[in-house]
């Protein structure tokens, strides 16, 4: 979908393949070859033998000549022997007690080996390489990047590769959007400097993850093509739906909607009796959906990404699932595919608060204070909890790192308070309370 921000250079449209458009990674010397190790022949170790001793005469010529000594000495032990058994008889321990462990059952031992495999077989199923971590480099040319930042560009190459193979020609929005990722890649890793070393490293880890990075790369456009336009009248209810929505963001510029209350609620409306896409496997896309937002707890973002987009290709229909790939794509700093997911899951719940505030947040990331503003607004305006909200707002802004969503948070939060007056009491009792 192409967005109102997006570039519309009309010789940026299609794709005539990677290279012809980038620059790529043969700008950071894409023709290297790794260089691998190989060691020389190991040299066959020596061998050291015990030579015969060379003393003169065969042993065969030697007389034997026993030693009275010796013999009287082996007696003696024999004797000792003799003894400690009668002993033993006498006392009446069963000399049987002190028998070995009888491993000659094949049964047991053929248990112990199966027990192990078994053991070796989980320990193998329990362990899970760790991606490499990446980091989206800053725009610009000639910079020093980090090793986390190559990883980043060497991945996404090979995600731009993949969704390439996915692209549908045809669809204007989505070559446009393949497009400006080309261009976005273009910006950050079209030319760089690095240390010695770092490049052909980074790119050993990376390419064990070739046939992964490639299939995110693929699920880019696949999720969005699957999400019901099998039909020409689907894809004009799609677009039908985003346009709705972008006409609730413009009526929510003009002072948060302060007055287009009515217009705001008749769009929301207008969308809800849109067709819907039909349900899918509900029951397993929503078990894909908890292990995704597991993995988003723990800051694995790529594993989250990957199985928030298969719970989605299962169930089209749930918006609390596109809702979290989009808020996937964002804490992953993808911002283009965040706001498009972020409006398929409104255009199946445009009443959905947490989704508006997530594009209010793409919004403020890019720099548009007045369409956070807007976002912002119908974030409160849907809210089933303003207070909460309210609340929410005002502790969030005080460690944001954006200089424009600070500026945008703070602005509807005093809006807020205008145009919702019971929030100021309210929200100094409760704060007394300790809710925060």
């Not at 020609?169 to 240390?195: K, S």
């Not at 209350?261 to 067709?275: C, D, T, Y």
């Not at 793409?362 to 207070?387: E, P």
């Amino acid at each position: 979908m192409a967005s109102e921000e997006e570039n519309n250079d009309e010789s940026a449209k299609g794709f005539s393949g990677f290279s012809s458009m980038v620059s790529v990674v043969d700008d950071i010397n894409r023709s290297e070859e790794i260089q691998y190790f190989e060691p020389s022949k190991p040299i066959a170790p020596v061998l050291q033998t015990e030579r015969q001793s060379t003393t003169t005469g065969s042993l065969a010529s030697q007389k034997y000549r026993p030693n009275k000594i010796k013999l009287l000495f082996w007696v003696i032990i024999i004797c000792a022997v003799i003894f400690l058994r009668w002993l033993i008889i006498a006392s009446g321990i069963d000399s049987n007690r002190f028998t070995l462990p009888n491993y000659s059952a094949k049964s047991d031992v053929d248990s112990s080996f199966q027990q192990m495999d078994k053991t070796i077989e989980a320990n193998k199923q329990s362990f899970k390489p760790i991606r490499p971590s990446e980091e989206k480099p800053p725009v610009g040319t000639n910079l020093n990047l980090t090793v986390t930042q190559i990883s980043y560009c060497l991945a996404e190459d090979l995600r731009l590769s993949g969704a390439k193979q996915s692209l549908n020609n045809d669809i204007e929005p989505d070559v446009d959007l393949y497009n400006q990722m080309i261009n976005d890649y273009n910006a950050r890793c079209g030319y760089f400097h690095y240390r010695a070393g770092t490049l052909d490293a980074a790119r050993l880890v990376i390419d064990r993850y070739r046939e992964i990075l490639e299939s995110d790369g693929r699920a880019r456009f696949t999720s969005r093509s699957s999400f019901s336009i099998s039909s020409p009248a689907n894809i004009n209810t799609t677009i039908k739906a985003e346009d709705l929505i972008n006409q609730m963001l413009e009526n929510a510029l003009i002072d948060g909607g302060f007055n287009k209350e009515f217009e705001i609620q008749q769009l929301k409306l207008e969308i809800e009796r849109l067709p819907k896409p039909i349900k899918g496997k509900k029951k397993i896309a929503r078990e894909f959906n908890e292990n995704g937002l597991i993995l988003l707890k723990v800051g694995d973002l790529n594993a989250a990404v990957t199985k928030f987009q298969e719970a989605y290709e299962l169930d089209k229909s749930d918006t609390e699932i596109a809702s979290n790939l989009g808020y996937a794509y964002l804490k992953q700093g993808n911002l283009d595919l965040a706001k498009e997911t972020i409006v398929i899951s409104l255009t199946l719940t445009p009443g959905r608060a947490v989704s508006w505030d997530n594009l209010a947040v793409v919004f403020g990331q890019r720099g548009d204070i007045n369409k956070a503003i807007a976002c912002f607004s119908n974030t409160y305006r849907f809210s089933k909890n303003r207070l909460r909200t309210h609340q929410f707002m005002k502790k969030i802004n005080q460690s944001e790192e954006f200089i424009y969503l600070k500026q945008a948070r703070n602005h509807v939060i005093d809006w807020a308070e205008k145009k919702y007056p019971e929030l100021v009491g309210q929200d100094s009792i409760q704060l007394k309370q300790g809710l925060f």
